[in-house]
């Protein structure tokens, strides 16, 4: 039998080496993801919602997650200045943003009818889900809570996230020009935040809230860069919270990696604007929730009133 020629050997070598480092590579990758997402993971009190017959399975099912941006101070609790209701539907390939204006008035179980976003500060998470679950008479599968003052340090651990900017404009330091632009974290946050330059007002300010969110969602699920994968991580499991395991995250970004700006959509409710005692609303009527609803309820393929 003929020896391996010394060719041969030096090219399994490099082949042992390449290999081994792709081992090490891929090990290093799995075990900084689970340990942010342990870090992120605030387990659930309950295994589904109210609102649903069966636990969905997340590898299959169409689910819903919201989405809730708290502006957070030291010392504060926080009130929820963004919030999104999310459906993603793994047959069709594509997800739904419906945002919910935080000043809309809405009943706030246990208490009375108030702003939306108030629901936070009056009972966290729970409560928050709790509102929009009966608001929408919708379930949440799921919620994701960022730190909107942490978005910034998101952004820039990413290296920047490019966004479609819908006309020109300046916000505590950053200047904004008409069409697609690459953002770092400071411009980040100015460009979710702005609101009286904004023609649409709070309408203006959720699609470009939205616009951000299919940005950074967009940025992660291609993210490559092993360079900025720690730094990623660490502000990932500073400034998120989720009660979605580690393994439904995992799931989730192997579902959707390959997903498009054009595969995320997004809806809106037509707002009413009332004052009451001095205090600016937002209204929605029911017909209103009623049509976005049906929407969603499509989209997550909800049978009947209930899943």
Known sequence: MAKPSSARKKAFRVLGVLLAILLVIIIYYGYVFYRTANQAYDPPKQAKSDKRSQEVNFSKDPISILLLGIDQRPGDVGRADTIIYMTLNPKQEDIYMTNIP???????????????????????????????????????????????????????????????????????????????????????????????????????????????????????????????????????????????????????????????????????FHTIPITRHGIFYWTIGQEEVRRVRAILAKHLELSGSQS
């Open 102 to 268: 935080r000043d809309t008035l809405v009943y706030i179980p246990g208490y009375h009818h108030d702003k939306i976003n108030h629901s936070y500060a009056f009972g966290g998470v729970d409560l928050t889900k709790k509102t929009v679950e009966q608001f929408l008479d919708l379930p949440i599968d799921g919620y994701v809570k960022v730190n909107m003052q942490g978005l910034k340090s998101i952004v820039d651990a990413l290296g920047g996230v490019e966004v479609e900017v819908p006309f020109d404009f300046s916000y505590h330091g950053s200047t904004f020009h008409k069409g697609k632009m690459h953002v770092n974290g400071k411009q980040a946050l100015a460009f979710v935040q702005m609101r009286k330059e904004d023609p649409e007002g709070d309408t203006g300010r959720n699609k470009r809230q939205q616009e951000m969110i299919r940005a950074i969602i967009h940025k992660g699920t291609q993210f490559s860069s092993l360079t900025r994968l720690d730094d990623v991580m660490e502000q990932v499991g500073t400034h998120v919270r989720t009660d979605l395991s580690p393994w439904k995250v995992f799931t989730l970004q192997q579902q959707y990696r390959a997903i498009t700006n054009q595969e995320i959509k997004s809806l809106s």
